[in-house]
């Protein structure tokens, strides 16, 4: 039994670079989010050597990578680095925003305080997060144990993509507008084409 056998699988969205799905498997608690990311530049190892680094990070404060593997298409010579993370659980920053408007600082600083921990934890061991914004961070409900109120899904994402498709560019406009924050919201240099950093994440 294969793999496809036992997941169901649903698109959520298709780009340039890739595939977004929604898995349901057996045995898991809950679904898992599959980015297909399409390697162009037979950058295989180096995306899944950066996978497997995000793949041993623990931090409360970021949904995990769960899984990593490659995957040929049948109808044509393109192959894929499959990159699987736990499917977000809660609302986005965004949505609260919406709903309920601004919040005061004290707020903001108790959410941001224990991810601000775990964003300086993945910079000491030189992985850039990227992709900080009301759209990736995660408000999650309460009475799960262990688990801080704000979270952050796609942590490194952006990197691997660029590692298996080349470049990102300028960012209004561009085929990777779909994984990249609100401008209002990006780093001007990130805006301005530039390459994710550990200074853009600050």
Do not use: K
């Not at 980015?35 to 050597?49: I, K, N, Q, R, Y």
């Not at 952050?152 to 990197?159: C, I, K, M, P, Q």
């Not at 990130?190 to 550990?198: I, Y």
């Amino acid at each position: 039994m294969n793999r496809q056998d036992r997941a169901t699988d649903w698109l959520l969205g298709v780009a340039e670079w890739g595939q977004i799905s929604v898995l349901e498997q057996p045995g898991r608690s809950g679904a898992v989010i599959e980015h297909s990311l399409v390697v162009s530049g037979g950058e295989f190892e180096a995306v899944e050597a950066l996978a497997r680094r995000w793949q041993t990070v623990e931090r409360a404060s970021l949904f995990p990578l769960c899984g990593v593997h490659r995957r040929n298409q049948h109808t044509s010579a393109v192959e894929s680095v499959c990159i699987e993370r736990t499917a977000p659980v809660g609302s986005t920053l965004a949505e609260i925003l919406h709903g309920h408007g601004p919040v005061d600082e004290a707020v903001v600083a108790g959410l941001f305080l224990e991810f601000v921990g775990a964003l300086t934890a993945c910079h000491d061991e030189g992985l850039v997060v990227g992709s900080i914004d009301q759209d990736h961070l995660y408000l999650c409900p309460p009475g799960l144990d262990g688990v801080p109120a704000l979270r952050l899904s796609d942590a490194g994402l952006v990197e691997m993509v660029v590692l298996a498709s080349g470049p990102i560019g300028d960012a209004l406009g561009s085929r990777f507008q779909q994984l990249l924050p609100a401008l209002a919201v990006v780093a001007p240099e990130v805006a301005d084409g530039g390459s994710q950093t550990r200074a853009s994440d600050i």
